[in-house]
């Protein structure tokens, strides 16, 4: 599979989902979450973290900038959010050239401040309140998403 989706997920369906990932997914795995603020992004993170064996409170990495955490199976969750970057070349003070070479799933909330710096095999996960930006202001908690796969990343479970 390259593409998924569009695909419309309530929370509890975007949560069970994450948690497949996790816990299926061949390592080493990066995917890159894009989305508006309030689009899921760290509701999936979390599940995709706990589904991989995570225990434990998972906080938002915003001002931490990066959480490494040990799952299962000997897998390591790192859950990085690039919003407050300022600057691309920031990331390297995280570790970013290590990232993905071992077994580990890397979680990366707004990948767009280091878009030059993504590695190439990786999946774009899309998410999107439906109606955003269009003024309808939906309080569902339904989100649609949308998955791309960039280079050999490794195959994704189905929502």
Sequence with gaps: MSELGPVPLNELQLTAWGERVGALIDVPAVLALRGELGAGKSVFARAVARGAGVHG???????????????????????????????????????????????????????????????????????????????????SDVRVVRAVRRGEAPELPRP
């Design 57 to 139: 409170p998972l906080p938002s990495p915003t001002f931490n900038l990066v959480f490494v955490y040990q799952g299962a199976r000997g897998v390591d969750v790192y859950h990085l959010d690039l919003y407050r970057l300022e600057h691309s070349a920031e990331v390297w003070e995280l570790g970013w050239r290590e990232l993905g070479d071992g077994p580990e799933i890397v979680l990366i909330e707004w990948p767009e401040r280091a878009e030059a710096l993504l590695p190439e095999d990786r999946w774009d996960i899309y998410l999107e309140k439906p109606g955003s930006g269009s003024g309808s202001g939906s309080d």
